[in-house]
């Protein structure tokens, strides 16, 4: 079945450091990526949408100059946290979409990768 | 406006008891599609089911069972016979132009 690869798993960083998170497609091309944050006993809850070749849709409320998103390829999206801060611990999880099948985007399947958990002293 | 509400916080059930996790939703869409994850603690998403707007027949996978009524949008999930390994975070989610609006969860505990 389709993968996504998220790497690292895990991160901790001192306090002003910038850290890059990568979501890759390992058998699809994947033309979208979604980028979710989740603070402890939270929803996951939607940062950006990522197309390829594009500049990314951020979210009401999500800070585009603190989280860079790059989709230079149909299977390879990156999240960079920069300057980060003790606020921005927490569990990042990418998604990606496969190409639009037969109905619509609402009918491509969504696939996940196993999020990153983001610790910053 | 998109909306998924799980109004229970957190379930704590004994084994092999069966439990009910309620999923209500909100779209002005007609057609649409909603899921149920699992989180288990290493904090991976666990895919459960998939159902399109157009198809309310329930559905029945092992000790598993949803039960979509577009009348009330609601789309519950229930486990049968739980079991410990059952204990885990699960969402319900909505699928809007393409990304998903997730409820706020619903944690169970399942105790031996």
């Known amino acids: 079945g389709a993968v996504v690869s998220q790497h690292p798993s895990r991160v901790i960083c001192k306090s002003g450091t910038s850290v890059k998170i990568e979501c890759r497609s390992l058998d699809f091309q994947a033309t979208t990526m979604f980028w979710y944050r989740q603070f402890p006993k939270q929803s996951l809850m939607l940062m950006a949408t990522?197309?390829?070749?594009?500049?990314?849709?951020?979210e009401q409320g999500v800070e585009k100059d603190k989280f860079l998103i790059n989709h230079a390829s149909l299977t390879l999206s990156t999240l960079t946290v920069t300057s980060a801060h003790p606020e921005d611990s927490s569990f990042y999880i990418c998604?990606?979409?496969?190409?639009?099948?037969?109905?619509?985007?609402?009918?491509?399947?969504?696939?996940f990768g196993n999020g990153t958990r983001l610790t910053v002293t | 406006a998109q909306k998924v509400t799980q109004a229970q916080t957190e379930i704590s059930v004994v084994e092999k008891e069966d439990v009910t996790l309620d999923c209500v939703y909100e779209?002005?869409?007609?057609?649409?599609?909603l899921f149920w994850y699992k989180q288990p603690p290493s904090g991976e998403l666990v895919f459960l089911i998939r159902?399109?707007?157009?198809?309310?027949q329930n559905e029945i996978s092992g000790r598993y069972s949803w039960n979509f009524q577009k009348s009330t949008s609601s789309f519950n999930f229930t486990i049968t016979a739980s079991q410990v390994v059952d204990s885990a975070v699960y969402f319900c989610a909505l699928k809007y132009t393409g990304k998903l609006i997730f409820g706020q969860g619903t944690t169970l505990q399942v105790k031996p």
């Open positions: 779209t002005r869409d007609t057609t649409y599609y």
């Open positions: 998604s990606a979409r496969e190409m639009a099948q037969a109905g619509g985007l609402g009918n491509s399947p969504l696939h």
């Open positions: 990522s197309n390829e070749g594009s500049k990314a849709t951020y």
């Open positions: 159902r399109n707007s157009f198809d309310e």
